[in-house]
């Protein structure tokens, strides 16, 4: 079970309450853990990855264990903490209102 | 009696305000989609239940949302995992992707940039079909949905015209103007800026530039220039589809041959640069512009925030100040938030980016705030229910 935090607005978009728990099926990786995550609530599809190319979106950042994944390949493996869901991967809002 | 409801799209959120025919007690409800940018909500002619937003975000990019209960409860149109086991679900309700091609536009240093979308500026429902809507694009394009806002395809006819001569304004390149002509299912105008006036005679498949007349001294000294005018607005009356006003940056224009030669109209105004421009819902030749003093302050000339009506279809123009502030006013009143209902007399609204929504039951004599302390207000739009 992997535990997903998401930002204020996107839990809104989502109506998500609290944590979301995910089922992710093969090896836990960033890309995985977003598919699984919008494969359970489409309508995040295009707010976190851009959906043409993919790409993380600008403004968008990802944690875990205290930890910046945001440059990281998509395919990189989550900590062992995240996997065993100790740890919840964190998708933040960037601070950047500048 | 009737009753008018104004959905009122601003930087944090939408509000919807309700009053009965006399609109004089007027009920706010909201912030929906709170903290979002609502860059435009807009009902469905065909069925008024139907309400279509754009909800933006330069964090989390484009929403689209759909009411079918005149907006007590949202979705996003494909928000929903679909049914079939195994099937990953699309989410394609806020995908809005160039088609072939994407190709380059004209940079701010006069380089060649690639189309990037950024946002739905102005959402058009069809004046037939509830699914049907047509939706304006930054980066500068035309989408459409038949299915309800679940998915969206490109005409790409319209980015043909010259696009690579196109060029971002100061608030970016954005199709901001859909009009839709109610004599003719297969003619559209759109209008850009920084691009100019465009039409279709084919129900979107190929375009043509409209702007001849236009005039822009310094940012385009060519007096024949096909496109990179910067239109602001662009108006029709029902009635008479073929006569549209236009805002430009300078000058209030007119053409009387669906855009065939433009002729300038601002006459006597204190200012013609502004954004809005909107038609009297019974009179035809009756027509609202907010003058803004430009080219960079952006507010009321003298601090007077003054609607100047023209009955002549332009040229001869009176300020409407009753009600409005006539000091220490400097608010702007964006191309989008302006709207009239279709009641008698006819009901004139704006919004400004300092929160107020001013509203005249009678064409404009006189006028009250609706609402007075919105987030800045980027659109407003009108729906009379039975």
């Not at chain 2, 009902?43 to 005149?70: L, N, V």
């Amino acid at each position: 079970m992997i535990r997903v935090v998401l930002p204020y607005h996107l839990r809104n978009l989502a109506r998500a309450e609290g944590e979301v728990r995910l089922e992710v099926a093969g090896p836990v990786t960033i890309r995985s853990v977003l598919d699984a995550l919008e494969a359970r609530f489409p309508m995040l599809r295009g707010t976190i990855r851009d959906h043409d190319s993919g790409r993380r979106r600008p403004f968008v950042r990802f944690f875990a264990c205290k930890d910046d994944l945001s440059l990281e390949p998509p395919d990189t493996a989550l900590p062992d903490e995240v996997v065993r869901g100790l740890e919840p991967f964190l998708i933040v809002g960037a601070m950047a209102g500048g | 009696m009737s009753s008018v409801r104004l959905l009122v799209g601003t930087k944090k959120g939408a509000f919807i305000l309700t009053a009965d025919g006399k609109r004089q007690d007027w009920q706010v409800s909201g912030p929906l989609f709170a903290g979002w940018e609502i860059f435009h909500l807009k009902g469905s002619p065909a069925d008024p239940k139907r309400i279509y937003a754009s909800q933006t975000s330069d964090w989390f990019g484009q929403i689209i949302q759909r009411s079918d209960d005149g907006g007590r409860t949202w979705a996003t149109p494909d928000g929903t995992p679909e049914p079939t086991p195994g099937e990953f679900p699309k989410g394609v309700s806020n995908k809005f992707l160039y088609e072939g091609e994407v190709g380059t536009h004209k940079w701010y240093d006069g380089t060649q940039h690639p189309w990037e979308f950024k946002r739905v500026w102005h959402l058009e429902p069809s004046l037939t079909d509830p699914n049907t809507v047509y939706a304006g694009a930054e980066d500068a394009a035309i989408f459409k949905t038949v299915d309800g806002g679940r998915t969206w395809k490109e005409l790409p006819g319209l980015r043909k015209v010259k696009g690579h001569l196109w060029q971002p304004g100061a608030g970016g390149m954005a199709v901001h103007t859909i009009l839709l002509d109610p004599k003719n299912a297969n003619r559209i105008f759109v209008a850009i800026s920084a691009a100019g006036v465009f039409r279709t005679d084919d129900a979107g498949q190929t375009w043509q530039a409209i702007n001849r007349g236009l005039k822009s001294q310094y940012e385009l000294p060519d007096p024949d220039a096909e496109v990179g005018h910067c239109v602001h607005r662009i108006a029709m009356h029902p009635s008479r589809p073929g006569v549209l006003f236009m805002q430009k940056h300078w000058d209030v224009m007119r053409t009387e041959d669906a855009g065939g030669a433009w002729t300038e109209v601002s006459g006597n105004l204190p200012t013609d640069f502004g954004f809005p421009i909107e038609v009297h819902a019974q009179e035809p030749n009756t027509i609202y512009v907010v003058p803004i003093k430009s080219d960079s302050e952006h507010f009321p000339p003298e601090g007077k925030l003054r609607v100047y009506r023209s009955r002549s279809g332009g040229n001869e123009w009176e300020p409407l100040t009753r009600g409005l502030p006539q000091k220490d006013c400097y608010v702007n009143v964006l191309r989008d938030a302006m709207a009239v209902d279709s009641l008698e007399p006819c009901g004139v609204y704006f919004g400004t980016t300092g929160g107020q929504v001013y509203g005249s039951a009678d064409g404009g004599n006189t006028w009250n705030a609706l609402v007075r302390d919105l987030p800045a207000v980027l659109s407003v739009e009108t729906q009379v229910l039975p």
